[in-house]
């Protein structure tokens, strides 16, 4: 058993040497149609992805930010970044500034309490 990113273990779920049992995303993967998610099959909790952000400084002028957003969000909906993406396992999702925010907040109420359970430190 693993718990691993997709693009990896495809080739080996495609020619059987590996079972997919679920996936750990909010949504089926489009490599992966046919896998359920851990949601799906009885995990409410279960629903685990990696993620990356762009950011800005602190006090970055908002008009700056709106800016890069837009930028951002138009580069990641072309079909030629789209399909290299995917290529490794990855679907992008644009949105507001405010989404990340509502991300990061999620992220650490999700994951705080399990860091201070197993006394875990940056180094």
Do not use: Y
């Amino acid at each position: 058993m693993t718990f691993e990113a997709s693009s990896p273990l495809l080739p080996h779920i495609r020619d059987g040497r590996l079972r997919a049992l679920a996936v750990l995303s909010k949504s089926r993967l489009p490599d992966l149609p046919d896998v359920p998610t851990a949601v799906e099959i009885g995990h409410p909790g279960l629903v685990v992805t990696t993620w990356t952000g762009l950011f800005a400084p602190a006090g970055t002028d908002a008009a700056i930010v709106r800016k890069l957003n837009e930028a951002v969000n138009e580069g990641l909906r072309s079909p030629g970044l789209t399909a290299a993406l995917a290529k490794v396992g990855n679907v992008p999702i644009t949105g507001p500034p405010e989404a990340l925010a509502q991300l990061l907040v999620a992220e650490n109420q999700k994951w705080a309490p399990i860091v201070r359970a197993l006394n875990l430190k940056a180094e």
